[in-house]
Each structure stands twice: as structure tokens, then as C-alpha cells.
């Protein structure tokens, strides 16, 4: 079993930058790729970035040269670097593990952006 541990979220003014965090702690698999998603009220939960074990990475183009993707294997961890934030950036904010089949999300933090 797999658990994904995310903090890191918060207000900030637009401009401003977050950095969250995602552990994951259980049985996992050493090839997997590791992810933030998002969801706004009304709106279908959307990709922001993600990062392959091997450190390939997928970025939205609305929040490319704005956000970075990173991860520390050894620890199982996500970081998401996010400067330059905008009031559109505001969304739910959820951690996801893929390996093979498997598919685990986080409980989600939420980062609002005011303007």
C-alpha cells in the first residue's frame, strides 16, 4: 500500500511563490513517474507537471518557465517549485504516483492565489 503525503500549500499574493511537497512512503516500485494535478471548482482536474524516475519531465504550457518539477528518489519525494503565481493558478493541488498499473493520488492541498 501506497501513501502520498502532500504539504506546502497556502494564500500567497499573485506574484508570490509556493513550493509543495509530496512523500511517498509504502511499497513502491522503483520505475514510476510522479506528478502534480490540479482542479478549480467546475473545471476537469488538469496535469500541471510530471517527473519520470529517471528525471523526464511534462509541464502544462500554461505554467511552463513559471513552475518546476523536481524529485528526490532516495526519498520518494516531489517537490513543485511555482514562482510568478497568478490568480488563475488557484486550484486543489493533488500529488499522483503511476507504476505499471498502478495509480495512487494524495488528499490534496489547496493554493489560492489572490490578486
Known amino acids: 500500500q501506497v501513501q502520498l503525503v502532500e504539504s506546502g500549500g497556502g494564500l500567497v499574493q499573485a506574484g508570490g511563490s509556493l513550493r509543495l511537497s509530496c512523500a511517498a512512503s509504502?511499497?513502491?516500485?522503483?520505475?514510476?513517474?510522479m506528478g502534480w494535478y490540479r482542479q478549480a471548482p467546475g473545471i476537469q482536474r488538469e496535469l500541471v507537471a510530471s517527473?519520470?524516475?529517471?528525471?523526464?519531465?511534462n509541464y502544462a504550457d500554461s505554467v511552463k518557465g513559471r513552475f518546476t518539477i523536481s524529485r528526490d528518489n532516495a526519498e520518494n519525494t516531489v517537490y513543485l517549485q511555482m514562482n510568478s503565481l497568478k490568480p488563475e493558478d488557484t486550484a486543489v493541488y493533488y500529488c499522483?504516483?503511476?507504476?505499471?498499473?498502478?495509480?495512487?493520488w494524495g488528499q490534496g492541498t489547496q493554493v489560492t492565489v489572490s490578486s
Open positions: 509504502g511499497s513502491i516500485r522503483s520505475i514510476n513517474t
Open positions: 499522483n504516483l503511476v507504476s505499471g498499473f498502478y495509480r495512487k
Open positions: 517527473i519520470t524516475s529517471g528525471g523526464s519531465t
